[in-house]
């Protein structure tokens, strides 16, 4: 007896629950980071982002906010006819607008403090407040005179109470860091709260560096990056094809943060309504991911990938597309394929089977989920596969295809008659699917 199909919206939001399930148990007891400016606030997006903040301190995520206050203090230097200076690309904080950092800190944080207290309202999590600690955890040195320049009561992170925090974090507080810090003498700083976000993860070694920026990174042609290695960040940063100047500064620090051991940050557009949800429960995300490993790597497959193996290509297999695969069949042949795999997800894969006696391999079961298709991971996949051919002393590398004819070509394969494949090969040629044989010359 066939089972009912849940209906669309509700299917649709158990298909989200289960691909969710897997970063819900990985993030438990994990350490984030996320710093945003007082534009949150002052666009009343605080309220939705409360309650994000709250989920994800109900799932057990060990959550440090860093915010910061420039359009607060802004306002409030605009009321007393004063404006912030700049120099060498930093602000210069004098005595009066010393006065109105504090002011608009303070009250910030007060409005933060209030509005994570209200728990996540028309929801079971109605009442279920956040238990917020803010203090001195951050450590302040005066920039002092650059270039000719005293900077004043404009400050550095000088170090950060990394044991405080954890104390905090154990008892299932939520940690909350102002851009103003005091120095050993009793001074405050005024600070960037970007800065204070990026010298926290590092001394937490935080799992996630989480920035919520007025932009999207993009591509020349205006597409969003959705990942970055560091080299890949530096080239960005360094290329023809410039950021804008706030966007370049939160790519540098989050750089910085995964330079020193912080292992993923995330640049996010704080305009996107849910979106860290959206970037932190969905494989893709919505923003940017800088990582100091490979967010996808290509390895050999092992037994365990068979099940993922099989939801791959069995599309393809119901379409004619692909030669049927048994589970058993995998099995004896698992050594053969190589896949490449997406936050622990197999989104392509590939197979060499091997006739060393004629030197001959051949490139069988090439295949992108649909949406990673376009991207390049199929050159990607190809080139890794040759490269290994070569490796294993292989002369000639050739396909059986029905549909791809066309891709191979352009990569340099040629038609051949199927007498010229190694004698094993030809004798399970399948004359009903009558595919046509294309062969390459290796160097």
């Known amino acids: 007896m066939s089972k009912k199909k849940t209906p669309g919206p509700a299917q649709n939001f158990v298909h989200w629950f289960r691909h969710a399930a ?38 057990g995520v060990k959550l440090v906010l860093v915010h910061g206050a420039r359009p607060q203090i802004e306002q409030r230097l605009k009321l007393r006819g004063a404006s912030m200076r700049y120099a060498n690309g930093l602000r210069i904080t004098d005595d009066e607008a010393l006065v109105c950092v504090k002011d608009a800190v303070g009250s910030v944080r007060v409005e933060i403090e209030a509005l994570l207290s209200m728990g996540v309202v028309n929801s079971p999590m109605h009442g279920a407040r956040i238990r917020v600690v803010s203090g001195n955890f951050a450590t302040a040195q005066p920039v002092g005179v650059r270039n000719g320049i005293d900077h004043l009561h404009t400050g550095k992170v000088r170090k950060v109470d990394a044991e405080g925090i954890r104390q905090q974090l154990e008892k299932d507080a939520l940690v909350l860091l102002s851009p103003i810090a005091y120095s050993p003498t009793g001074e405050a700083f005024n600070l960037a709260a970007e800065d204070v976000a990026t010298a926290a993860a590092i001394a937490l070694q935080a799992d996630k560096l989480i920035c919520l920026t007025e932009g999207r990174v993009v591509d020349n042609r205006k597409r969003l990056v959705r990942e970055l290695v560091l080299d890949e960040a530096e080239s960005l940063l360094a290329g023809r094809h410039k950021l804008g100047e706030e966007l370049a500064a939160t790519l540098r620090k989050a750089l910085l943060a995964c330079t020193h051991g912080v292992r993923r940050a995330h640049l996010l557009d704080r305009h996107i309504d849910g979106g860290l949800i959206q970037e932190l429960f969905t494989r893709d995300g919505v923003g940017t991911l800088l990582t100091s490993d490979s967010f996808e790597g290509t390895r050999q497959a092992r037994v365990e990938d068979i099940g993922g193996l099989l ?32 936050d622990g997800a197999i989104i392509a894969c590939a197979a060499l089977l091997p006739f060393i006696s004629d030197k001959m391999a051949e490139l069988a079961c090439l295949v992108v989920h649909p949406d990673y298709r376009g991207q390049s991971r199929g050159q990607t996949l190809y080139t890794y596969m040759e490269r290994r051919a070569r490796q294993l002393g292989v002369k000639k590398i050739f396909v059986l295809t029905t549909q791809t004819a066309h891709w191979f070509r352009e990569r340099g394969f040629r038609a051949i008659d199927i007498k010229s494949l190694p004698m094993k090969r030809r004798e399970l040629y399948n004359y009903n699917r009558n595919s046509k044989v294309y062969c390459k010359l290796l160097d």
């Not at 597309?321 to 190589?338: A, G, H, N, P």
């Open 311 to 342: 939801e791959l290509i069995e599309p393809l297999e119901r379409e004619g597309v692909l030669v049927r695969r048994s589970r058993e069949q995998l099995e004896l042949e698992i050594d053969k394929f190589t896949v490449m795999e997406r």
């Open 22 to 59: 897997p970063y819900i148990n990985a993030f438990r007891g994990r350490t984030f980071v996320i710093t945003f400016g007082g534009e949150v606030l002052l666009d009343a997006q605080f309220a939705s982002l409360a309650h994000d903040l709250a989920l994800l301190n109900s799932l």
